[in-house]
């Protein structure tokens, strides 16, 4: 059954619901005399076999306190798909937003002139089932500095192919691949002082083990050196399977979040995920320190 789980949420989540692979990004609030606030996409969890079928939208000043902004797109309206709406990423480009999500294996697109949608969804997938090799889910975007628009997905294989001026389809011409070492899903890129970082997702989502490593590069498309874990499990405090991720970048700054998913094994299933934020740790030559999961909330106002 795709019911949500008659479970209480956890004490120590942050959100007090259950949402897995977050995209974090900071929208001038159009709700909020367009100050400046985190938003916050995720997949609803707490459904059997990862069943949601809708989106919403979360606010926060703090990373603590949280408002749900309503649902933004609905899986009913999406005429190519019905089952497993996940892992959203959104871009603003010109005065419109544009939402990248999973649907059946496919990743889809649907835009907005509101970060708070209603998102209206393409006619078709942006990647289709068929379209190339490897099983199409976990998208997330990358601007570069000459204002191209990437779309970065894959399971298995990881692609990026720049997104078409219409922000709903892709240039498969130029789709890139490069697959580190143990890869399974959710890579998401950023730069950071001229050096390039990719972070990916390693293992199952359902087992403890699931964790973030990262790579570094001199440029977008590699020679990429592997550094290890970013963020992984600690059973000590009953957090695991942390992965799938997300990272902020706090504008006029040089402070980075790391967003990720995680579940209590009191659950045993990886269907009651929470969302959990933590401060990024750069050395001197670049690497990040890994992130030691804890119960505390991290709190970042803005």
Same mark, same amino acid.
């Given at each position: 059954?795709?019911?949500?789980?008659?479970?209480?949420?956890?004490?120590?989540?942050?959100?007090?619901?259950?949402?897995?692979?977050?995209?974090?990004?900071?929208?001038?609030?159009?709700?909020? %005399? +367009?100050?400046?606030? @985190?938003?916050?996409?995720?997949? #609803? &969890?707490?459904?059997?076999?990862?069943? *949601? !079928?809708?989106?919403?939208?979360?606010?926060?000043?703090?990373?603590?306190?949280?408002?749900?902004?309503?649902?933004?797109?609905?899986?009913?309206?999406?005429?190519?798909?019905?089952?497993?709406?996940?892992?959203?990423?959104?871009?603003?480009?010109?005065?419109?937003?544009?939402?990248?999500?999973?649907?059946?294996?496919?990743?889809?697109?649907?835009?907005?002139?509101?970060?708070?949608?209603?998102?209206?969804?393409?006619?078709?997938?942006?990647?289709?089932?068929?379209?190339?090799?490897?099983?199409?889910?976990?998208?997330?975007?990358?601007?570069?500095?000459?204002?191209?628009?990437?779309?970065?997905? %894959? +399971?298995?294989?990881? @692609?990026?192919?720049?997104?078409? #001026? &219409?922000?709903?389809?892709?240039?498969? *011409? !130029?789709?890139?691949?490069?697959?580190?070492?143990?890869?399974?899903?959710?890579?998401?890129?950023?730069?950071?002082?001229?050096?390039?970082?990719?972070?990916?997702?390693?293992?199952?989502?359902?087992?403890?083990?699931?964790?973030?490593?990262?790579?570094?590069?001199?440029?977008?498309?590699?020679?990429?050196?592997?550094?290890?874990?970013?963020?992984?499990?600690?059973?000590?405090?009953?957090?695991?399977?942390?992965?799938?991720?997300?990272?902020?970048?706090?504008?006029?700054?040089?402070?980075?979040?790391?967003?990720?998913?995680?579940?209590?094994?009191?659950?045993?299933?990886?269907?009651?995920?929470?969302?959990?934020?933590?401060?990024?740790?750069?050395?001197?030559?670049?690497?990040?320190?890994?992130?030691?999961?804890?119960?505390?909330?991290?709190?970042?106002?803005?």
């Amino acid at each position: 059954m795709n019911d949500r789980f008659n479970l209480p949420a956890p004490e120590h989540t942050p959100l007090h619901r259950y949402l897995a692979d977050p995209a974090p990004i900071v929208f001038e609030d159009p709700r909020n %005399g +367009n100050q400046p606030r @985190y938003f916050l996409y995720a997949t #609803e &969890d707490g459904y059997d076999d990862w069943g *949601s !079928r809708t989106f919403r939208v979360y606010t926060s000043d703090d990373l603590v306190d949280w408002q749900d902004g309503g649902q933004i797109l609905s899986l009913d309206d999406v005429p190519w798909g019905k089952e497993h709406a996940w892992a959203p990423a959104i871009l603003k480009h010109g005065a419109r937003y544009y939402l990248y999500f999973v649907c059946e294996g496919q990743i889809g697109a649907a835009s907005s002139d509101s970060p708070y949608g209603p998102f209206v969804p393409a006619d078709q997938p942006t990647v289709a089932k068929d379209d190339l090799p490897g099983y199409h889910i976990d998208p997330s975007v990358y601007t570069d500095d000459e204002g191209t628009d990437w779309l970065v997905w %894959g +399971n298995g294989i990881a @692609y990026m192919a720049p997104l078409n #001026e &219409d922000h709903l389809t892709v240039d498969l *011409s !130029r789709v890139w691949q490069w697959t580190p070492t143990r890869f399974r899903e959710a890579m998401w890129i950023f730069k950071r002082n001229y050096m390039f970082y990719a972070s990916w997702s390693e293992n199952d989502a359902r087992e403890p083990e699931y964790q973030v490593h990262y790579a570094t590069a001199p440029a977008l498309h590699g020679p990429w050196t592997e550094h290890g874990a970013l963020v992984r499990q600690n059973p000590a405090l009953d957090i695991v399977g942390t992965g799938h991720h997300g990272i902020l970048h706090i504008p006029g700054t040089d402070e980075w979040i790391l967003a990720y998913h995680c579940y209590d094994p009191g659950y045993g299933n990886g269907y009651c995920r929470e969302t959990r934020f933590a401060p990024l740790t750069f050395n001197e030559d670049g690497t990040i320190q890994e992130v030691i999961p804890v119960q505390e909330d991290y709190r970042r106002p803005l």
